[in-house]
Nanobody, 112 residues
Framework: QVQLVESGGGLVQPGGSLRLSCVAS????????MSWYRQAPGKERELVAR????????MYADSVKGRCTISRGNVKNTVYLQMSSPRPEDTAVYYC?????WGQGTQVTVSS
């Protein structure tokens, strides 16, 4: 059974930093491209970042380029999203995705 569980969200101040984690079970996450999406209130869900199955290729939405890093962790089946200098407009529920499978999301609120 495929499961994706996100964690690491919460309240963060503008200019701070945060790291989101996605722990996958039921499959080997290193065998699949993995993505982070986010959905802000009243907006459509959007792609934030993607990492290839081998971890050698990444892509980022223009809105987070230079501030976010997606990576595969040394802990097996974990994918991270590191964000530096978060902004209020980064406030959203962040989701981990593999193909048709989604996690339940973790809320990130950027506010002073």
């Amino acid at each position: 059974q495929v499961q994706l569980v996100e964690s690491g969200g919460g309240l963060v101040q503008p200019g701070g930093s945060l790291r989101l984690s996605c722990v996958a079970s039921g499959f080997s996450s290193s065998s699949y491209p993995m993505s982070w999406y986010r959905q802000a209130p009243g907006k459509e869900r959007e792609l934030v970042a993607r990492i290839s199955s081998g971890g050698t290729s990444t892509m980022y939405a223009d809105s987070v380029k230079g501030r976010c890093t997606i990576s595969r962790g040394n802990v097996k089946n974990t994918v991270y999203l590191q964000m530096s200098s978060p902004r209020p407009e980064d406030t959203a529920v962040y989701y981990c995705r593999r193909s048709d499978y989604w996690g339940q999301g973790t809320q990130v609120t950027v506010s002073s």
